[in-house]
């Protein structure tokens, strides 16, 4: 295990405390460094929290600030936050009219996110929760999916109507409205290792990649011969295109995410694929973003994740956003 560290048990911890001195838009709460939220709260705005494993950066912790998320519960590496972390984070950052529970579709954080619900009701503070489930080839049944990269443009959407003072309803329907019309597929050509078991999480042979990997290391739908960008633009937009049929003239917009391992480079080459891939379907793109926006430690590979827009949704995504990690004006 090759990793700039010092002690694998120490590894959340030292991030979280390299991150809190480099900044002063965030703060920890309860004495608790992975109690993480923004430093200022806006007095009546709808409180949006999400959470989850570390070593997916920027994914969770980084979409913490203006524009976008409030607090974070931050777990162990591939580990769920407890739900009296989510709780305290609540508490702290709930402003006056509610709270928004956002994050991916995973057991852990479901169960601890519901907990941290029913104790906010014991105090009498509104809570309603919305999950990320994008991943098209990890479960046919939508409830079922995963949740990945596409929470980006979930995040962007409520982010935006809270901090235009939206109800916690108005929130939550413009989650919903994004998480609606996003789908994500990924591919893995490397594993990644987790510090505290400090071996690869799965194998993959020298010429071999993973299609529809999750950023957990689940298994994915094919291993086999690495293809080119163009092959896998047009494998990932032909599924994700058969789950969510686009007409021509339709507009979209676009994430090309890095799992941690894939140089900034390769991402805008597959980038210019999917471009190709769209408009040769008569699909236009309103807006991309190419880079690391939810990560799987350092494996090396890509997730697609297309969102249909309509005016509302523009207006979400172009809002501007201000986070230790993004920066959008």
Known sequence: MKKIINA????????????????????????????????????????????????????????????LIDGCGVGGVFQSPSAEEIYNIATEVEAGAGVLFLYGNYTGDIMNFDMATEMLEMDDIEAKSIVGADDVLSNKNVEARRGVAGIFFMYKAAGAKADQMGTLDEVLAAAKKAGDNVRTVGFALTPCIVPEVGHANFELGEDEMAFGMGIHGEPGVWNGPIKTADELAEESVNEILADMPLAEGDEVALLINGLGGTSLEELYILNNSVMKQLEAKGIKVYRSWTGEYATSMEMMGASISICKVDDELKGYFDYPINTPFLCQK
């Open 8 to 67: 694998p048990e120490a590894y959340v911890d030292e991030m979280l405390k390299g991150i809190y001195a480099s900044t002063n838009m965030v703060k920890c709460v309860a004495d608790d460094l992975h109690c993480y939220c923004i430093a200022n709260k806006k007095p009546g705005k709808v409180a949006i929290i999400t959470g989850g494993g570390t070593g997916h950066l920027p994914l969770f912790l980084g979409y913490v600030g203006e524009g």
